[in-house]
């Protein structure tokens, strides 16, 4: 009974399931469950470049924006490792990793000049594992180190740098307060503490060469002025110290030119010789000494024409020196060496003829010159010049030592009142006279006692105002005057300090 139930019900449903609509709805109901099962899969394997390319698209995006790596999936590394997967064969995302790479090493880079150690290593690790070549990974790593040993030395660099601008050392070697702060910027270029260190006193040093300036102290000056400008070749005083150093160089040349045209020639060759130290390539100074050497070369000629021959041979090594040797020097050589021919025939006997007129004609100029008041000036011109030309020729001629005796007096009260007026190179200068004209004079020494002790003095007051240059001048006179003389040994001690000293 149960078999016979059993068996109707199943015809009933297999007439059922036979209906067409029926099954379509069946069919529909599979195939829905199979599609939520796998729809993401399915819509990339069916649309896979679409998809690729939104990834790129946001790694492009997150990499601009400098996001490299994200634990959410949105960092540029993550977006791009997710294109490979889809494909692996496209250069693409592979090319976009390289660029995540090198990327997180510029950031590493700019890490460690920040100063920001913990940053750049996370920077580093993410090259690293991307595969960035080893030797520029290593060699950021090894900045890394290093920049953070250096920061160790960079706290007590600044306390060295406070101390010795304390101390006033300013420049002059790794110790002085520059070359700290130096040190630190080349550890660390942001430093602020060293940045405004620094500037501070490249703007005292600069003021102290304008002071040097003004004092007269042309070399001093210009190392002052080129030593900040190696620590800051873009300080904001620099083009007006500059300046003024330009100013005073072509105020030198001009004093130079001027000391030339009036047959100053050794004070025209230490100008010109000062500017050319300074700017080697100064035409104009340089035309300058040639002339001046052409002179002086002719001032040796004119000299030993009158047995001058210590003047000669200075007046013609000071011009070898600045024309060096040629023909013109090696003429006045020459000429020099007839003169001291001429002057060892002399001696021997009575003048020749040609002797007797040069010396009838000195004694002559030498009245002229006396006649007008000339004694002493002008240099070459002068009765003394004449007179002591004559000596040399005949130094027993009766004419000669009567000549000599009329001046002697005049050269003596020219000294004394050059004494009184403090003018001391006219006091040298009459000084020497009375040497010439009367080598003998048993007052010679203490004159020339009390004239180095005048020039002792004038240094130390030149020292005082900060005028190196003149006080070397006076101390060179002093001693030239008398070796010995009183408190020259303290002068050269205080010439030394100061020139050593800084600011």
């Not at 995302?93 to 997180?104: F, K, P, Q």
Request: charged letters at 30%.
């Amino acid at each position: 009974m149960r078999e016979q139930s059993f068996r109707q019900g199943w015809k009933v449903l297999r007439a059922r399931l036979a209906r067409p609509a029926l099954q379509a709805g069946l069919a529909g109901a599979a195939l829905l469950v199979v599609l939520l099962a796998v729809r993401q899969p399915l819509s990339d394997r069916l649309w896979p470049e679409t998809r690729i390319q939104a990834l790129r698209t946001s790694a492009e995006q997150a990499l601009a924006e400098g996001r490299l790596t994200a634990t959410d999936g949105s960092g540029a590394r993550e977006l791009y490792e997710a294109a490979l997967a889809l494909d692996p064969d496209r250069t693409g995302a592979r090319d976009g990793l390289v660029r995540v790479g090198a990327a997180a090493l510029a950031r590493a880079d700019a890490a460690i000049r920040a100063g920001q150690y913990a940053e750049a290593r996370e920077h580093l690790a993410l090259a690293r594992s991307l595969g960035m070549p080893k030797p520029k990974v290593d060699a950021v790593e090894r900045a890394l180190r290093e920049r953070e040993t250096a920061d160790a030395d960079i706290a007590p660099r600044l306390v060295a740098a406070r101390a010795a601008r304390e101390a006033g050392r300013w420049l002059g070697g790794p110790d002085a307060a520059l070359a700290h702060y130096a040190a630190v910027l080349e550890l660390q270029p942001g430093n602020t503490e060293a940045l405004e260190g620094r500037d501070d006193l490249i703007a005292d040093v600069l003021a102290d060469a304008q002071r040097r300036l003004a004092a007269g102290d042309l070399e001093a000056a210009a190392a002052l002025v080129r030593e900040a400008r190696g620590f800051n070749p873009s300080h904001a005083e620099l083009p007006g110290a500059l300046a003024a150093l330009n100013r005073a160089l072509e105020s030198t040349r001009a004093r130079a030119e001027r000391d030339l045209r009036n047959d100053r020639l050794t004070h025209a060759l230490t100008g010109f010789d000062r500017v050319l130290s300074l700017q080697p390539d100064d035409e104009a100074a340089r035309a300058g000494r040639r002339t001046v050497g052409e002179r002086l070369l002719q001032c040796s000629v004119r000299f030993a024409g009158d047995f001058r021959f210590t003047e000669a041979d200075a007046a013609l090594a000071v011009a070898a020196d600045v024309l060096g040797n040629g023909p013109e020097v090696d003429e006045a050589r020459a000429r020099i060496a007839r003169a001291r021919r001429s002057q060892a025939q002399l001696a021997t006997g009575s003048p020749s003829p040609q002797g007797q007129r040069r010396l009838t004609q000195l004694l002559e100029e030498a009245a002229t010159a006396e006649a007008r008041g000339n004694l002493l000036l002008p240099p070459g011109d002068s009765a003394f010049d004449k007179v002591r030309a004559a000596r040399a020729i005949a130094p027993n001629d009766r004419r000669v030592k009567a000549a000599s005796a009329r001046l002697l007096p005049a050269a003596r009260r020219c000294f004394d009142n050059a004494m009184r007026d403090n003018r001391l190179s006219s006091a040298t200068a009459c000084l020497d006279a009375v040497r010439v004209l009367e080598p003998t004079d048993r007052t010679l020494p203490a004159a020339r006692g009390r004239l180095a002790q005048r020039w002792v003095a004038v240094g130390n007051e030149r020292v005082g105002a900060g005028e190196l240059d003149a006080a070397r001048r006076a101390l060179d006179a002093a001693i030239g005057l008398d070796p010995g003389v009183a408190g020259a040994a303290e002068l050269a001690a205080r010439l030394r300090q100061a020139s050593a000293a800084g600011p």
